[in-house]
Protein backbone atom coordinates (compact mmCIF):
# COMPACT_ATOMS: atom_id res chain seq x y z
CA UNK A 1 0.00 0.00 0.00
CA UNK A 2 1.36 3.10 -0.87
CA UNK A 3 0.98 6.79 1.18
CA UNK A 4 0.85 10.17 0.06
CA UNK A 5 1.23 12.99 1.33
CA UNK A 6 -0.21 16.67 0.54
CA UNK A 7 0.36 19.97 1.35
CA UNK A 8 0.69 18.94 5.23
CA UNK A 9 0.81 21.26 7.52
CA UNK A 10 0.87 21.08 11.78
CA UNK A 11 1.03 24.13 14.35
CA UNK A 12 0.11 22.94 18.18
CA UNK A 13 -1.08 26.22 18.32
CA UNK A 14 -1.14 29.81 16.90
CA UNK A 15 2.22 30.31 17.73
CA UNK A 16 3.47 27.48 17.54
CA UNK A 17 4.12 25.85 13.48
CA UNK A 18 5.89 22.76 13.52
CA UNK A 19 5.53 21.68 9.55
CA UNK A 20 4.90 23.98 6.88
CA UNK A 21 4.15 22.03 3.52
CA UNK A 22 5.31 18.33 3.85
CA UNK A 23 4.58 16.64 0.41
CA UNK A 24 5.59 13.31 -0.82
CA UNK A 25 4.78 9.88 -1.90
CA UNK A 26 5.65 6.74 -0.32
CA UNK A 27 5.55 3.24 -2.83
CA UNK A 28 4.46 0.20 -1.93
CA UNK A 29 6.90 -2.02 -0.29
CA UNK A 30 9.33 0.83 0.41
CA UNK A 31 11.97 1.53 3.00
CA UNK A 32 11.34 4.84 3.76
CA UNK A 33 13.02 6.69 6.69
CA UNK A 34 12.71 10.65 8.03
CA UNK A 35 15.97 12.07 9.13
CA UNK A 36 16.37 15.48 10.95
CA UNK A 37 17.39 17.11 13.98
CA UNK A 38 15.46 16.74 17.25
CA UNK A 39 12.53 18.57 17.56
CA UNK A 40 11.85 18.99 13.93
CA UNK A 41 8.68 17.63 13.87
CA UNK A 42 9.61 13.88 12.58
CA UNK A 43 7.06 11.97 15.69
CA UNK A 44 4.34 14.44 14.61
CA UNK A 45 4.38 13.93 11.07
CA UNK A 46 4.36 9.88 11.61
CA UNK A 47 1.16 10.06 14.14
CA UNK A 48 -0.49 12.41 11.80
CA UNK A 49 -0.69 9.63 9.05
CA UNK A 50 -1.39 7.41 12.05
CA UNK A 51 -3.78 9.47 12.94
CA UNK A 52 -2.99 9.86 16.36
CA UNK A 53 -2.30 13.93 16.15
CA UNK A 54 -5.01 16.19 14.00
CA UNK A 55 -3.47 17.94 10.74
CA UNK A 56 -3.67 21.24 10.75
CA UNK A 57 -4.06 21.26 6.57
CA UNK A 58 -3.10 19.30 3.33
CA UNK A 59 -3.81 15.31 2.77
CA UNK A 60 -2.85 12.03 3.96
CA UNK A 61 -3.97 9.43 1.04
CA UNK A 62 -3.91 5.73 1.94
CA UNK A 63 -3.46 3.61 -1.45
CA UNK A 64 -6.32 5.99 -3.38
CA UNK A 65 -7.99 6.93 -0.22
CA UNK A 66 -7.88 10.23 1.87
CA UNK A 67 -7.83 9.36 5.32
CA UNK A 68 -7.73 12.32 6.87
CA UNK A 69 -11.41 11.61 8.61
CA UNK A 70 -10.63 7.83 9.76
CA UNK A 71 -10.16 7.02 13.12
CA UNK A 72 -6.46 5.54 13.67
CA UNK A 73 -7.89 2.00 13.46
CA UNK A 74 -9.48 1.94 10.00
CA UNK A 75 -6.25 3.12 8.65
CA UNK A 76 -4.53 -0.34 8.75
CA UNK A 77 -1.52 0.27 9.91
CA UNK A 78 0.62 -0.64 12.40
CA UNK A 79 3.16 1.13 14.71
CA UNK A 80 6.37 0.41 16.71
CA UNK A 81 6.95 3.11 19.13
CA UNK A 82 10.50 4.13 21.24
CA UNK A 83 9.70 3.06 24.01
CA UNK A 84 7.90 -0.20 23.02
CA UNK A 85 4.21 0.32 25.08
CA UNK A 86 4.43 -3.55 26.22
CA UNK A 87 2.12 -4.15 29.23
CA UNK A 88 4.44 -4.97 31.83
CA UNK A 89 1.83 -7.50 33.53
CA UNK A 90 1.29 -9.42 30.43
CA UNK A 91 3.05 -12.12 28.96
CA UNK A 92 5.12 -11.83 25.84
CA UNK A 93 2.27 -13.92 23.77
CA UNK A 94 -0.34 -12.11 25.43
CA UNK A 95 1.06 -8.52 24.63
CA UNK A 96 1.51 -9.81 21.27
CA UNK A 97 -2.35 -11.09 20.94
CA UNK A 98 -3.77 -8.09 22.65
CA UNK A 99 -4.40 -5.87 19.48
CA UNK A 100 -6.28 -9.00 18.04
CA UNK A 101 -8.35 -9.34 21.07
CA UNK A 102 -9.45 -5.99 21.06
CA UNK A 103 -10.50 -6.57 16.97
CA UNK A 104 -12.38 -9.65 17.88
CA UNK A 105 -10.79 -12.17 15.64
CA UNK A 106 -11.37 -15.36 16.42
CA UNK A 107 -9.03 -17.09 18.56
CA UNK A 108 -7.85 -20.17 16.06
CA UNK A 109 -6.74 -17.09 13.90
CA UNK A 110 -4.98 -15.12 17.04
CA UNK A 111 -3.20 -18.17 18.22
CA UNK A 112 -1.95 -18.85 14.66
CA UNK A 113 -0.90 -15.25 14.19
CA UNK A 114 0.85 -14.46 17.31
CA UNK A 115 2.62 -18.52 16.95
CA UNK A 116 4.11 -17.44 13.69
CA UNK A 117 4.64 -13.43 14.76
CA UNK A 118 6.82 -14.94 17.90
CA UNK A 119 8.63 -17.43 15.44
CA UNK A 120 9.66 -14.68 12.78
CA UNK A 121 11.13 -12.67 15.53
CA UNK A 122 12.82 -15.94 17.38
CA UNK A 123 10.97 -15.31 20.50
CA UNK A 124 9.12 -18.45 21.22
CA UNK A 125 10.81 -19.98 23.80
CA UNK A 126 10.24 -16.69 25.81
CA UNK A 127 6.18 -16.53 25.11
CA UNK A 128 5.86 -16.79 28.46
CA UNK A 129 8.20 -14.26 30.23
CA UNK A 130 7.25 -10.95 31.69
CA UNK A 131 8.69 -7.62 29.45
CA UNK A 132 10.32 -7.42 32.54
CA UNK A 133 12.21 -10.82 32.09
CA UNK A 134 13.45 -9.73 28.73
CA UNK A 135 16.46 -7.76 27.48
CA UNK A 136 16.57 -4.47 25.48
CA UNK A 137 16.62 -6.10 22.24
CA UNK A 138 13.92 -8.85 23.30
CA UNK A 139 11.35 -6.59 24.38
CA UNK A 140 11.98 -4.38 20.75
CA UNK A 141 11.62 -7.78 19.14
CA UNK A 142 7.94 -8.45 20.91
CA UNK A 143 7.42 -4.91 19.33
CA UNK A 144 8.10 -6.09 16.67
CA UNK A 145 5.80 -9.39 16.52
CA UNK A 146 3.08 -7.37 17.74
CA UNK A 147 3.46 -5.44 14.64
CA UNK A 148 3.77 -8.51 12.11
CA UNK A 149 0.40 -10.18 13.78
CA UNK A 150 -1.77 -7.62 12.97
CA UNK A 151 -1.23 -8.03 9.33
CA UNK A 152 -1.12 -4.64 8.56
CA UNK A 153 1.05 -3.34 5.51
CA UNK A 154 2.26 0.13 6.15
CA UNK A 155 4.53 0.22 9.31
CA UNK A 156 5.38 3.04 11.07
CA UNK A 157 8.30 2.99 13.07
CA UNK A 158 9.52 6.13 15.45
CA UNK A 159 13.06 5.13 16.30
CA UNK A 160 12.47 1.94 17.60
CA UNK A 161 16.28 1.98 18.32
CA UNK A 162 16.88 4.46 20.15
CA UNK A 163 17.33 2.97 23.35
CA UNK A 164 19.56 -0.15 22.66
CA UNK A 165 23.60 -0.09 22.97
CA UNK A 166 25.47 0.20 19.93
CA UNK A 167 25.87 -3.42 18.96
CA UNK A 168 22.79 -4.41 19.34
CA UNK A 169 21.17 -1.78 16.92
CA UNK A 170 23.62 -2.70 14.61
CA UNK A 171 21.81 -6.57 14.83
CA UNK A 172 17.97 -5.28 15.11
CA UNK A 173 18.61 -3.31 12.30
CA UNK A 174 19.38 -6.49 9.86
CA UNK A 175 16.02 -7.81 11.43
CA UNK A 176 13.74 -5.35 10.67
CA UNK A 177 15.17 -4.55 7.46
CA UNK A 178 14.78 -8.59 6.65
CA UNK A 179 11.45 -8.49 8.08
CA UNK A 180 10.36 -5.52 5.71
CA UNK A 181 11.55 -7.19 2.91
CA UNK A 182 10.16 -10.69 3.45
CA UNK A 183 6.99 -8.71 4.66
CA UNK A 184 6.82 -6.41 1.83
CA UNK A 185 6.01 -3.83 4.23
CA UNK A 186 5.16 -0.08 3.51
CA UNK A 187 7.71 1.01 5.72
CA UNK A 188 8.42 4.76 7.60
CA UNK A 189 11.02 4.88 9.94
CA UNK A 190 11.98 7.89 12.02
CA UNK A 191 15.43 7.97 13.15
CA UNK A 192 18.23 10.94 13.63
CA UNK A 193 20.73 8.14 12.76
CA UNK A 194 22.28 8.81 9.47
CA UNK A 195 24.25 4.90 9.42
CA UNK A 196 20.68 3.59 9.85
CA UNK A 197 18.99 5.72 7.13
CA UNK A 198 21.89 5.25 4.70
CA UNK A 199 21.70 1.40 5.55
CA UNK A 200 18.38 0.84 5.43
CA UNK A 201 16.38 3.50 3.17
CA UNK A 202 15.03 3.06 -0.14
CA UNK A 203 14.10 6.47 0.31
CA UNK A 204 15.00 9.10 2.71
CA UNK A 205 13.39 12.06 3.50
CA UNK A 206 15.19 15.00 5.07
CA UNK A 207 13.35 17.12 7.74
CA UNK A 208 14.61 20.82 8.33
CA UNK A 209 13.25 24.45 9.52
CA UNK A 210 9.65 22.93 9.07
CA UNK A 211 10.08 22.24 5.68
CA UNK A 212 11.24 19.04 3.50
CA UNK A 213 14.96 19.91 2.67
CA UNK A 214 16.13 16.70 0.29
CA UNK A 215 13.72 13.80 -0.88
CA UNK A 216 16.43 10.79 -2.40
CA UNK A 217 18.38 7.77 -2.28
CA UNK A 218 20.48 7.39 0.65
CA UNK A 219 23.36 7.82 -2.58
CA UNK A 220 22.15 11.16 -3.26
CA UNK A 221 21.38 12.46 0.08
CA UNK A 222 24.53 11.43 1.60
CA UNK A 223 26.86 11.99 -1.87
CA UNK A 224 30.31 14.05 -0.85
CA UNK A 225 30.79 16.62 -3.57
P1 LIG B 1 10.98 15.13 16.50
O1 LIG B 1 10.24 13.84 16.46
O2 LIG B 1 11.58 15.47 15.17
O3 LIG B 1 11.98 15.20 17.59
P2 LIG B 1 8.45 16.24 17.38
O4 LIG B 1 7.49 15.91 16.30
O5 LIG B 1 8.43 15.37 18.58
O6 LIG B 1 9.92 16.30 16.77
O7 LIG B 1 8.24 17.73 17.84
C1 LIG B 1 8.23 18.79 16.93
C2 LIG B 1 7.95 20.09 17.66
O8 LIG B 1 6.60 20.09 18.10
C3 LIG B 1 8.81 20.31 18.88
O9 LIG B 1 9.14 21.67 18.93
C4 LIG B 1 7.92 19.92 20.01
O10 LIG B 1 8.26 20.64 21.16
C5 LIG B 1 6.55 20.30 19.50
N1 LIG B 1 5.50 19.43 20.05
C6 LIG B 1 5.46 18.08 19.97
N2 LIG B 1 4.35 17.60 20.54
C7 LIG B 1 3.66 18.68 20.99
C8 LIG B 1 2.41 18.85 21.67
N3 LIG B 1 1.64 17.80 22.00
N4 LIG B 1 2.03 20.12 21.94
C9 LIG B 1 2.78 21.18 21.61
N5 LIG B 1 3.95 21.10 20.98
C10 LIG B 1 4.39 19.85 20.67
P1 LIG C 1 -4.97 -22.84 29.87
O1 LIG C 1 -3.68 -23.46 30.25
O2 LIG C 1 -5.56 -21.93 30.90
O3 LIG C 1 -5.97 -23.81 29.29
P2 LIG C 1 -3.64 -21.88 27.56
O4 LIG C 1 -2.68 -22.99 27.75
O5 LIG C 1 -4.34 -21.74 26.24
O6 LIG C 1 -4.72 -21.84 28.67
O7 LIG C 1 -2.92 -20.50 27.83
C1 LIG C 1 -2.37 -20.16 29.05
C2 LIG C 1 -1.55 -18.92 28.78
O8 LIG C 1 -0.51 -19.27 27.90
C3 LIG C 1 -2.34 -17.81 28.11
O9 LIG C 1 -2.83 -16.87 28.98
C4 LIG C 1 -1.31 -17.21 27.23
O10 LIG C 1 -0.54 -16.30 27.96
C5 LIG C 1 -0.39 -18.30 26.91
N1 LIG C 1 -0.60 -18.94 25.63
C6 LIG C 1 -1.72 -19.37 25.04
N2 LIG C 1 -1.49 -19.93 23.86
C7 LIG C 1 -0.15 -19.88 23.70
C8 LIG C 1 0.75 -20.30 22.70
N3 LIG C 1 0.35 -20.91 21.58
N4 LIG C 1 2.05 -20.08 22.88
C9 LIG C 1 2.47 -19.49 23.96
N5 LIG C 1 1.69 -19.06 24.95
C10 LIG C 1 0.39 -19.26 24.82
Known amino acids: MSITLRNIRKDYDQNTEVLKDVSVKVETGEFFVIVGPSGCGKSTL ?3 IAGLTPITGGEVQIDDQVVNELPPKARKLTMVFQNYALYPFLSVWDNVA ?3 KA ?3 DSADIKQRVDNALKMVSLTKLRKRKPREL ?3 QRQRVALARAVASDAKICLMDEPLSNLDAQLRIKMRQEI ?3 QRKLGLTLIYV ?3 QVEAMTMADHIMVLHDKHVQQIGTPSEIYQTP
Do not use: N, P, Q
Request: aromatic share 12%; no cysteine; hydrophobic share 40%.
Open 46 to 48: LRM
Open 98 to 100: FGL
Open 103 to 105: RKL
Open 135 to 137: SGG
Open 177 to 179: YAL
Open 191 to 193: THD
